[in-house]
């Protein structure tokens, strides 16, 4: 798979820097090289393709509501122990509707999602660099053509694109409101920040920079004050309810997994948060100093740009918010889009990263970085551009440097999705110790007592095949004793004395997964209520640890014993 994308991205480098000129005149030429662009983000996504620990949070609770349930984890507890609120019910719909397997529907969406995101790209970068274009001067929708490869590209895009997790819908919904703001469509850009917000935390720094833009544009006459204030009603439309039922629902307005996250103090988030910002940093050279240099020639040509308005099409529309954009929007809009990047940089930090590979947290970043690079280029050339002609017309020498750059930059991206210990070598470990989990929950399920309440540290994975098992996060993603009043550190909360004696799990399991030789210590937090059973994998040179309650040990080994595939060996005396 590793060599199928490399010689995707190869004929998609090579189609796009031999055609550059057919490019920006043939549209039908156009439409085949995005398909091939669209080909390269499909494999490249398919190249890692493994569902998250969030997303099977995620699939749990879909598969509750679609039972009857309710959106819970464990029927009876009603804990927010998501924060992707529309992702769950856009995946939990069909499986309850049409009996649609819960699994397969999030990553066909995360998919097509991911995909949207490569043509948005394309369609906001052309739209960025038609505002500021004069009129009679020739298009130039080759660089929306570069922007999709760009993000095809990017290597955080790729890893969760086929992972079942939100991540795609969210870059999907941040590029839609940078598009609807270039469509001069408030009222669609509050609707579509309200569903960011709803998709990811994280969507209040999209809504908060985007009404600070809209406000500004007001301010400087370029919009109206109702562009703002339909903004601002479109967002609280959706927002405000679902405030309110989640108050009365879950009795919180902060879930779980925020609450465990965000209870350490800030010195500790930023302890995290700076060495997830630097790994990124390093794996992502090329889209930063893409984004910089777009950054410093937009301020560089700031005061001596002249604007290019399209008076024609302004003299046809009466209402100024519905002018066409000039120069001056268009590179206000990109910097609202490299503003955005920033901003999510920034909440990272605070929140002190995320455990997840590929960093999660900035997937839109490097998207954003290449559709403002690219709609800066575009935006600082336009006047540039001659009359339009039938012909392909031969490019500059500077201008041929663009899609050698942009194909030169999306090919060091791929191979950091490759050879970047971060992304492919540890999404396959991840990979391989989610579906070692998900086996031994699949065990505990069928031969523990149905209702059985049992410990881990990846609920998830432990509850992909775990039936009707009641699990505690002993890090109180799922838990809202411990998410809210347990102890805080590193990002996550935890309570073992609440565990132990408060829910008092028959059977607590590491988060180790198997191991290659037998283990009899146990973890100082159970010793003394639990003992160390340890099976091993029919088959394999595989172990197995699990810590079952010690006045009920002797059952529970006796139940567990009794599957085929794991067989109990004591540990030596």
Known sequence: MVYAVVVAWLVVAATVVLSWNRLDTDRGWRGFVLTLTLGLSLLHQLLFATVTEDALVTFRYAQNIADGNGPVFNPGERVEGYTNFLWLVLIALPRAAFGADVRTTAIVLGVLAALGCVLLSCFLVNRTVAAATPDGAEPRPAIGVAAAVLTA???????????GSEVPLFVLLVLAVGYSLAARRPVVAGVLVAFAVMTSPEGLVVGVLAGLWLAGAALKRKHTWWAPVGYLLGALVFLIPRLAWRATFYQHFLPAPLAAKLGAPLGAQLAAGWPYLSGFALAHQGFLLLGLVAAVALLLRRTDAVEAPNAAAASRVARPQERTGTATEARALIGLLFATAVGLAAAAVVTGGDPGPSWRLLAPVPPLLAVGALAAYGVLTAGLAGKPSPRPKPSPAGTRLVPVAACGLAGIAVLVSVFSPEMLDRVRDWRAHGIELAEIG???????????????????????????????????????????????????????????????????????????????????????????????????????????????????????????????????S
Request: net charge negative; glycine share 14%.
């Open 442 to 572: 699949g065990w505990l399920g069928d031969y523990l007592p149905p209702g059985s309440v049992v410990s881990a540290a990846a609920p998830g994975a432990l509850a992909a095949h775990g039936g009707q098992l009641l699990i505690v996060d002993v890090f109180g993603r799922t838990d809202d004793h411990i998410a809210r009043d347990g102890q805080h550190d590193g990002g996550v909360a935890t309570d073992y004395d609440y565990v132990v004696n408060g829910r008092r799990p028959a059977v607590a399991v590491p988060d180790a997964g198997y191991g290659d030789r037998q283990h009899c210590a146990i973890d100082p937090v159970y010793a003394g209520k639990y003992q160390v059973a340890t099976f091993r994998r029919v088959g394999t040179p595989y172990w197995v640890s699990v810590y079952p309650r010690a006045e009920e040990a002797k059952a529970l080994v006796a139940d567990l014993d009794k599957g085929p595939d794991f067989r109990y060996v004591p540990c030596p």
């Open 153 to 163: 590209s990017a290597g955080g895009l790729a890893v969760y694109g086929a992972s």
